[in-house]
């Protein structure tokens, strides 16, 4: 389908490695957006994409996370030097346009566990 | 910081029965929506509502918003067993990023 996609499904790394998130939103969506979901809880807001500036970084926990979007498609988000707490499933989101009153669609997530 | 609280947090019923989840928010919203999320899976939009709206329907989902105490409903009606799942509800302020609540994880027992 022509849906969200996100690689890998799951990574499995050791405290301390860098890790990359990639996300393939929908064709023509020029909003992006990135969510952390620990275990059994919402959704934590990371950052958010207008083609490839972003305006909203406000959500990303610490300068370890960073993430870039080129050609207003790909994303990938990077989380350097790993800590534990960084063990959740990352969600990548899509809209038309970053207007308030689009529905988002998701991927299925990336689950990273740190060792 | 979350926006939305969901209550219940857990809810089980049987096949037939109806299901109403609530959610309530803290500041004024453009629009308030609301995702089912399968297990292992991202989340599926079901419903928008604008501010002022006061409810809406799509199929077996019935949204109510009242802006005056901060607070939504999802009814669903004639419960699944395809149904399970947890639903969230997420507000829409003056940016453009959506704050989700805590869910509501809905049982439908055959």
């Known amino acids: 389908g022509a849906g969200v996609s996100q690689s890998p499904s799951n990574k499995v790394t050791e405290k301390g490695k860098d890790v990359e998130l990639r996300c393939d939103p929908i064709s023509g969506h020029t909003a992006l957006y990135w969510y952390r979901q620990s275990l059994g809880q919402g959704l934590e807001f990371l950052i958010y994409?207008?083609?490839?500036?972003?305006?909203?970084k406000s959500g990303l926990p610490s300068d370890r996370f960073s993430a870039e979007r080129t050609g207003g498609s790909v994303s990938t988000l990077t989380i350097q030097r790993t800590q534990q707490e960084d063990s959740a499933v990352y969600l990548c989101?899509?809209?038309?346009?970053?207007?308030?009153?689009?529905?988002?669609?998701f991927g299925d997530g990336t689950r990273l566990s740190i060792l | 910081s979350q926006q939305g609280e969901e209550d219940p947090q857990a809810l089980s019923i049987q096949e037939g029965e109806n299901a109403t989840m609530n959610c309530s928010y803290k500041t004024s919203i453009n629009n308030l929506q609301w995702y089912r999320q399968n297990s292992g899976r991202g989340l599926v939009h079901l419903i928008l509502i604008r501010s002022n709206e006061r409810e809406k329907h799509s199929g077996r989902l019935r949204v109510t918003l009242d802006t005056s105490k901060k607070s939504s409903s999802l009814l669903i009606t004639a419960s699944r067993a395809a149904d399970t799942a947890s639903y969230f509800c997420?507000?829409?302020?003056?940016?453009?990023?959506?704050?989700f609540g805590t869910g509501t994880r809905l049982q439908v027992f055959p």
């Open positions: 997420a507000t829409a302020q003056n940016t453009d990023k959506l704050i």
């Open positions: 989101a899509s809209s038309l346009e970053g207007t308030l009153n689009q529905p988002q669609h």
């Open positions: 994409f207008q083609g490839n500036s972003a305006p909203d």
